[in-house]
């Protein structure tokens, strides 16, 4: 066992652990600690897919929570406006498919939720209780969202075309702030601050290794939130190692000369981006579904910020040493979150952690540049590279002595 | 219309490009045109493919402007802005206005590109903190002090502030350690940003804080105190012609931001130091070798470009509550100002804030629904962002080619 296979051993632990621990792990904080773990996934993909669009390909966009947000707020309209219904309301704009009504409900907006009921709850008043509706299911949902986010990953990778460096950065805040702005204000569709509800990821329950978990239990979204990162890993891995990640990492460092070289830039530049939005779009819809709230704050530049320092932290070249960046800070956020005092002085950690967080970020930057972790895997696995090239330099140092 | 500039702007590209000519502009003249006078323009433009000038930048702009304005006008004849005329002339005063104080603001971050080849995304949090000392110089420590002194102490402050930071964190990039200055760049300055916006909270708390008023207009009446037609005024508001009211402390921003301005042209056109920063850049090196040092010129531009966003915020802290967070919308907006102005240039940032601030003065007082136009003010400056990134993506008076570290952007 050499040095090298340290990375892929201690990955492969990490995996083991993290399948095995919501089984072992009994304590009172449980639901707690499960909760930082799921919240520490969604972000350890955004991190990740971020590393790859920024890190490997160079595109330095700060629109990826907007591409969350596309995700959730896709899934959310899905399951809010769109019913099944086996009788016909006469009432909603409904389209028939075989026995059953697609329902559609218009939007009433916030205000009016106690005063005026949208078309289905009238209907279903006048059922009284003799017909049941079924919603969408919720993976259709997510799969919604996450094709909604690649559409919009497309559109925005072929606006960003001809930018670059500062001005992609400042376009995709654009895109972002926009967006955000206009779920705030259409507020009779996405009801605005007061944010959309969203149904459990699972509201029927699910029997899993043989045990039956209610809807509220944080065991099936954990799974499918580690489900969905280790495929993502795997994809941007896959990505990484083909040729595809060659040309992008090409783009980055030069992109006329891998134009020369014949590189379709376009093309490479395009896919980069929807791949990670739809990585971050699904990522968002199956978070919206799990805290079962969605709100334009979500998609606010604060978010971005932890994103990009994650990915910053733990290393941005990696997509692994972001997405272990990205749960180590998730939980060291979390763990700060308590006050405590200096004499007179009450520190209060919940603002201060932030101020923290943003000096390592910087110091970080400053210092190293690829982020704390990603040097420490290049260690074990290109640390035998330079032992083995002052070797071969001393080896032929010496034959060159006997040599002459 | 739209149909036609779109059309006009990819198809006149591929025209120019098949010609081999220079296809820098043709994209906003050919949507412009195409938008103003539909395939009677495009068609002789295709065919002849002239030379791109300043007439066929202009004048197709301006008539694609006056079509949008008039298709307006005709849509919806009811609107406020389209009946009622001193409606309209007090939105156009603000606009102005406010877009003088926008682009005082965005003058601080175009300097800082043009010399270090950086957006820095930390302009919003100098302003921010310009804002807050002066609050606490004049309201809270010191109250009934002078208020100058306290932007003085605002300028002072954010001036050690920027420079520092820049020696501290910025001076890799000079030394072509860092493999992409420009993204390295744009990253640790939002990190700053994060710090500084958390370090306020932190120790001012989230609670929004005013300052009061600078100073009371003396009391006007003119031509007569009967028939004040011509001007009046009281302790907080100016009104002119009895149609165009101007509040106190907007109307004194926006009059501190032009003085400013002024002098800041004279210490950049007239000293050897504002030689030496304008130098450095239009060419790094060749003013490195007339005996510049660079390396000063770059802190002294970081420290100066936050000290003018932090002037901008002592200025406007008698106008708007303020907050810790107050700075991420004025810092997209003076993006989205250096942008349609061009990168780098401190005219166009001038140009560009005027723009902006009657866009958005159009915006909130044109759009139907007077709740959603006031949702959305934070996104007519990204459509404004979207359009220039898209038409023209050097803005209005951009240098093709910028010197320094950035070279291409």
Request: contains cysteine; charged residues 10%.
């Given at each position: 066992?050499?040095?090298?296979?340290?990375?892929?051993?201690?990955?492969?632990?990490?995996?083991?652990?993290?399948?095995?621990?919501?089984?072992?792990?009994?304590?009172?904080?449980?639901?707690?600690?499960?909760?930082?773990?799921?919240?520490?996934?969604?972000?350890?993909?955004?991190?990740?897919?971020?590393?790859?669009?920024?890190?490997?390909?160079?595109?330095?966009?700060?629109?990826?929570?907007?591409?969350?947000?596309?995700?959730?707020?896709?899934?959310?309209?899905?399951?809010?406006?769109?019913?099944?219904?086996?009788?016909?309301?006469?009432?909603?704009?409904?389209?028939?498919?075989?026995?059953?009504?697609?329902?559609?409900?218009?939007?009433?907006?916030?205000?009016?939720?106690?005063?005026?009921?949208?078309?289905?709850?009238?209907?279903?008043?006048?059922?009284?209780?003799?017909?049941?509706?079924?919603?969408?299911?919720?993976?259709?949902?997510?799969?919604?969202?996450?094709?909604?986010?690649?559409?919009?990953?497309?559109?925005?990778?072929?606006?960003?075309?001809?930018?670059?460096?500062?001005?992609?950065?400042?376009?995709?805040?654009?895109?972002?702030?926009?967006?955000?702005?206009?779920?705030?204000?259409?507020?009779?569709?996405?009801?605005?601050?007061?944010?959309?509800?969203?149904?459990?990821?699972?509201?029927?329950?699910?029997?899993?290794?043989?045990?039956?978990?209610?809807?509220?239990?944080?065991?099936?979204?954990?799974?499918?939130?580690?489900?969905?990162?280790?495929?993502?890993?795997?994809?941007?891995?896959?990505?990484?190692?083909?040729?595809?990640?060659?040309?992008?990492?090409?783009?980055?460092?030069?992109?006329?000369?891998?134009?020369?070289?014949?590189?379709?830039?376009?093309?490479?530049?395009?896919?980069?981006?929807?791949?990670?939005?739809?990585?971050?779009?699904?990522?968002?819809?199956?978070?919206?579904?799990?805290?079962?709230?969605?709100?334009?704050?979500?998609?606010?530049?604060?978010?971005?910020?932890?994103?990009?320092?994650?990915?910053?932290?733990?290393?941005?070249?990696?997509?692994?040493?972001?997405?272990?960046?990205?749960?180590?800070?998730?939980?060291?956020?979390?763990?700060?979150?308590?006050?405590?005092?200096?004499?007179?002085?009450?520190?209060?950690?919940?603002?201060?952690?932030?101020?923290?967080?943003?000096?390592?970020?910087?110091?970080?930057?400053?210092?190293?540049?690829?982020?704390?972790?990603?040097?420490?895997?290049?260690?074990?696995?290109?640390?035998?590279?330079?032992?083995?090239?002052?070797?071969?330099?001393?080896?032929?140092?010496?034959?060159?002595?006997?040599?002459? | 219309?739209?149909?036609?500039?779109?059309?006009?702007?990819?198809?006149?590209?591929?025209?120019?490009?098949?010609?081999?000519?220079?296809?820098?502009?043709?994209?906003?003249?050919?949507?412009?045109?195409?938008?103003?006078?539909?395939?009677?323009?495009?068609?002789?433009?295709?065919?002849?493919?002239?030379?791109?000038?300043?007439?066929?930048?202009?004048?197709?702009?301006?008539?694609?402007?006056?079509?949008?304005?008039?298709?307006?006008?005709?849509?919806?004849?009811?609107?406020?802005?389209?009946?009622?005329?001193?409606?309209?002339?007090?939105?156009?005063?603000?606009?102005?206005?406010?877009?003088?104080?926008?682009?005082?603001?965005?003058?601080g971050l175009t300097l800082i590109f043009s010399i270090l080849g950086v957006v820095s995304f930390a302009h919003g949090e100098f302003y921010m903190i310009g804002g807050m000392v002066t609050y606490f110089v004049t309201s809270v420590w010191f109250p009934g002090i002078y208020p100058v002194v306290g932007i003085f102490a605002a300028c002072l402050v954010t001036f050690a502030l920027g420079a520092a930071f820049e020696r501290m964190f910025l001076t890799p990039m000079y030394e072509g350690k860092i493999e992409r200055p420009v993204e390295y760049g744009?990253?640790?300055?939002?990190?700053?940003?994060?710090?500084?916006?958390?370090?306020?909270?932190?120790?001012?708390?989230?609670?929004?804080?005013?300052?009061?008023?600078?100073?009371?207009?003396?009391?006007?009446?003119?031509?007569?105190?009967?028939?004040?037609?011509?001007?009046?005024?009281?302790?907080?508001?100016?009104?002119?012609?009895?149609?165009?009211?101007?509040?106190?402390?907007?109307?004194?921003?926006?009059?501190?931001?032009?003085?400013?301005?002024?002098?800041?042209?004279?210490?950049?056109?007239?000293?050897?130091?504002?030689?030496?920063?304008?130098?450095?850049?239009?060419?790094?090196?060749?003013?490195?070798?007339?005996?510049?040092?660079?390396?000063?010129?770059?802190?002294?531009?970081?420290?100066?470009?936050?000290?003018?966003?932090?002037?901008?915020?002592?200025?406007?802290?008698?106008?708007?509550?303020?907050?810790?967070?107050?700075?991420?919308?004025?810092?997209?907006?003076?993006?989205?100002?250096?942008?349609?102005?061009?990168?780098?240039?401190?005219?166009?940032?001038?140009?560009?804030?005027?723009?902006?601030?009657?866009?958005?003065?159009?915006?909130?007082?044109?759009?139907?629904?007077?709740?959603?136009?006031?949702?959305?003010?934070?996104?007519?400056?990204?459509?404004?962002?979207?359009?220039?990134?898209?038409?023209?993506?050097?803005?209005?008076?951009?240098?093709?080619?910028?010197?320094?570290?950035?070279?291409?952007?």
């Amino acid at each position: 066992m050499s040095r090298q296979h340290a990375p892929q051993l201690a990955g492969l632990v990490l995996v083991a652990f993290f399948a095995i621990f919501p089984f072992v792990y009994s304590a009172n904080d449980y639901p707690y600690i499960m909760h930082l773990l799921i919240t520490g996934f969604f972000y350890a993909i955004l991190a990740s897919s971020w590393s790859m669009l920024a890190g490997y390909a160079g595109q330095f966009s700060f629109g990826h929570m907007g591409f969350t947000g596309i995700g959730a707020y896709t899934t959310a309209l899905f399951c809010h406006y769109i019913y099944i219904s086996p009788e016909a309301t006469n009432l909603c704009t409904e389209y028939a498919i075989g026995g059953q009504f697609l329902v559609f409900v218009n939007p009433i907006g916030v205000t009016s939720s106690t005063l005026t009921q949208d078309c289905l709850r009238e209907a279903l008043a006048l059922w009284d209780g003799k017909v049941q509706v079924t919603p969408m299911p919720v993976w259709l949902g997510i799969s919604l969202g996450t094709i909604m986010g690649g559409v919009f990953g497309l559109l925005i990778g072929f606006l960003v075309l001809p930018l670059r460096a500062a001005y992609l950065a400042l376009f995709t805040l654009g895109f972002s702030e926009i967006l955000r702005a206009a779920i705030s204000a259409e507020i009779a569709i996405t009801r605005g601050q007061a944010g959309i509800e969203l149904p459990y990821l699972f509201d029927q329950g699910i029997t899993l290794f043989g045990r039956e978990f209610d809807k509220t239990d944080k065991l099936p979204p954990y799974f499918v939130m580690f489900g969905l990162l280790l495929t993502c890993l795997a994809i941007l891995t896959w990505l990484a190692r083909s040729k595809f990640g060659l040309f992008v990492r090409a783009l980055r460092e030069d992109q006329d000369a891998a134009a020369a070289l014949g590189v379709n830039t376009t093309r490479y530049k395009v896919m980069v981006f929807v791949i990670t939005s739809m990585m971050a779009a699904a990522a968002g819809a199956v978070m919206a579904h799990y805290i079962r709230i969605i709100t334009p704050n979500n998609l606010m530049i604060l978010q971005m910020s932890l994103v990009v320092a994650m990915a910053v932290i733990g290393g941005v070249e990696n997509v692994f040493a972001a997405a272990i960046g990205a749960i180590i800070i998730e939980f060291t956020l979390e763990l700060l979150r308590n006050s405590f005092e200096i004499g007179p002085v009450v520190v209060d950690m919940t603002i201060w952690r932030l101020v923290i967080f943003g000096i390592i970020l910087m110091v970080t930057l400053r210092f190293s540049r690829n982020g704390i972790i990603s040097p420490l895997i290049n260690y074990f696995l290109r640390g035998h590279v330079a032992k083995e090239t002052v070797a071969k330099r001393v080896a032929g140092g010496k034959s060159s002595e006997t040599s002459s | 219309m739209i149909l036609w500039g779109v059309v006009g702007g990819l198809v006149t590209r591929r025209i120019y490009l098949h010609k081999d000519l220079d296809t820098s502009n043709s994209v906003f003249v050919g949507s412009m045109l195409g938008a103003a006078t539909g395939p009677v323009g495009l068609a002789p433009l295709w065919i002849k493919t002239p030379e791109v000038n300043k007439h066929l930048m202009v004048w197709p702009a301006v008539g694609a402007v006056t079509l949008i304005a008039f298709a307006f006008a005709f849509a919806d004849p009811s609107n406020n802005c389209v009946s009622n005329g001193s409606f309209v002339a007090s939105q156009i005063t603000n606009g102005i206005i406010l877009g003088i104080i926008y682009g005082f603001m965005a003058l601080g971050l175009t300097l800082i590109f043009s010399i270090l080849g950086v957006v820095s995304f930390a302009h919003g949090e100098f302003y921010m903190i310009g804002g807050m000392v002066t609050y606490f110089v004049t309201s809270v420590w010191f109250p009934g002090i002078y208020p100058v002194v306290g932007i003085f102490a605002a300028c002072l402050v954010t001036f050690a502030l920027g420079a520092a930071f820049e020696r501290m964190f910025l001076t890799p990039m000079y030394e072509g350690k860092i493999e992409r200055p420009v993204e390295y760049g744009i990253l640790v300055t939002f990190g700053l940003a994060f710090t500084l916006q958390y370090f306020i909270q932190a120790t001012v708390g989230a609670n929004p804080v005013k300052a009061r008023r600078f100073f009371d207009f003396p009391r006007l009446r003119l031509p007569s105190a009967e028939d004040p037609w011509l001007i009046k005024t009281s302790r907080g508001n100016m009104e002119l012609f009895d149609t165009v009211s101007i509040s106190n402390p907007r109307f004194v921003a926006a009059v501190a931001c032009v003085l400013v301005l002024l002098s800041l042209l004279y210490f950049l056109h007239r000293t050897w130091t504002g030689k030496a920063l304008r130098a450095v850049s239009l060419d790094r090196e060749a003013a490195a070798i007339a005996g510049i040092n660079p390396d000063r010129m770059n802190m002294l531009a970081f420290a100066l470009g936050g000290m003018i966003a932090a002037l901008a915020g002592a200025l406007l802290v008698q106008a708007f509550s303020w907050l810790p967070q107050v700075g991420a919308i004025p810092a997209m907006r003076s993006f989205v100002i250096i942008v349609l102005g061009g990168l780098g240039s401190l005219p166009g940032a001038f140009i560009g804030g005027i723009i902006v601030g009657l866009v958005e003065a159009a915006g909130t007082g044109c759009v139907p629904d007077a709740q959603k136009a006031a949702s959305y003010i934070p996104a007519y400056g990204m459509i404004v962002l979207t359009l220039t990134l898209l038409l023209r993506p050097t803005g209005l008076l951009g240098r093709r080619f910028s010197g320094g570290a950035h070279g291409k952007f």
